[in-house]
């Protein structure tokens, strides 16, 4: 007797039929993201990290007096201390020299109209860097 042996069974059967894919949903994606938006909004500090503290006298307090204190005048075209015209390098190494030679000098900042906030606040970032501890802001009104 002869047996006869079988074919083996068929794996994958070619189908004419061909499968639809089913569309890749975007919700989920979009989910994500807006969850990751208000992540980081409630997360970030709205604080200016690079504000510069001035505080402003009272109405009571009295005004001390600027004499024998060290002017630096902001112009748009130039600045000056102590009344001769400097650029920016040279007034951080005077005001180092000021310093050295006199640790209580009181400096007054003034910045004419016209000079730009930046301007003002670089000045600022310099003296402060400087080691001046004694610096006041002077306001100028224009008339």
Same mark, same amino acid.
């Given at each position: 007797?002869?047996?006869?042996?079988?074919?083996?069974?068929?794996?994958?059967?070619?189908?004419? $039929? $061909?499968?639809?894919?089913?569309?890749?949903?975007?919700?989920? =994606?979009?989910? !994500?993201?807006?969850?990751? @938006?208000?992540?980081?909004?409630?997360? *970030?500090?709205?604080?200016?990290?690079? +504000?510069?503290? =001035?505080? +402003?006298?009272?109405?009571?307090? !009295? $005004?001390?007096?600027? /004499? %024998?204190?060290? @002017?630096? /005048?902001?112009?748009?075209?130039?600045?000056?201390? *102590? %009344?001769?015209?400097?650029?920016?390098?040279?007034?951080?190494?005077?005001?180092? &020299?000021?310093?050295?030679?006199?640790? %209580?000098?009181?400096?007054?900042? /003034?910045?004419?109209?016209?000079?730009?906030?930046?301007? $003002?606040?670089?000045?600022?970032?310099? =003296?402060?860097?400087? %080691?001046?501890?004694?610096?006041? =802001?002077?306001? &100028?009104?224009?008339?």
């Amino acid at each position: 007797m002869i047996r006869r042996q079988s074919a083996p069974p068929l794996l994958f059967q070619a189908n004419n $039929t $061909t499968r639809r894919r089913s569309p890749i949903s975007l919700t989920p =994606l979009i989910d !994500v993201v807006f969850i990751l @938006l208000i992540f980081f909004m409630l997360a *970030s500090n709205f604080l200016e990290w690079r +504000a510069i503290t =001035l505080d +402003a006298p009272s109405g009571a307090a !009295v $005004t001390p007096s600027i /004499e %024998g204190a060290l @002017l630096v /005048e902001l112009r748009p075209e130039r600045i000056r201390f *102590s %009344g001769v015209v400097i650029t920016l390098k040279d007034l951080a190494s005077k005001v180092v &020299t000021v310093i050295h030679n006199k640790p %209580g000098q009181r400096l007054v900042v /003034e910045a004419a109209p016209g000079v730009n906030m930046q301007a $003002t606040v670089n000045v600022l970032d310099i =003296l402060s860097a400087a %080691g001046v501890q004694n610096l006041s =802001l002077k306001r &100028t009104i224009k008339r």
